[in-house]
């Protein structure tokens, strides 16, 4: 069985910048399509972004220009960095390996001053 481990969250002010992390128990590399989910406090989980196995990257609209997935094969990692932040992207970031529905247990992000 797959395990994720996000990391990489934090508190940062607007404008800021993170990288979260999503590594894998086993190697992901060039198998899964991966996605990023967010669930903003009170609110529903979403779908950030996604990564297919052949590295096609979907993004929601508001993150568009913003947040970009990419896959390090070497380390079985799926990360997404996070630039010029807003209040409204603050929630805890999850991973998750679609096919399989497995999900990591999350990592937060605020964005405040």
């Known amino acids: 069985q797959v395990q994720l481990v996000e990391s990489g969250g934090g508190l940062v002010q607007p404008g800021g910048s993170l990288r979260l992390s999503c590594a894998a128990s086993?190697?992901?590399?060039?198998?899964?399509?991966v996605e990023w989910y967010r669930q903003p406090p009170g609110k529903e989980r979403e779908l950030v972004a996604g990564i297919t196995s052949r590295n096609i990257t979907h993004y929601e609209d508001s993150v568009k220009g913003r947040f970009t997935i990419s896959r390090d094969n070497a380390k079985a990692q799926v990360n997404l960095q996070l630039t010029n932040l807003k209040p409204e992207d603050t929630g805890v970031y999850y991973c998750?390996?679609?096919?399989?529905?497995?999900w990591g247990q999350g990592t937060l992000v605020t964005v405040s001053s």
């Open positions: 086993k190697s992901i590399a060039n198998r899964y399509y």
């Open positions: 998750r390996i679609n096919t399989l529905d497995i």
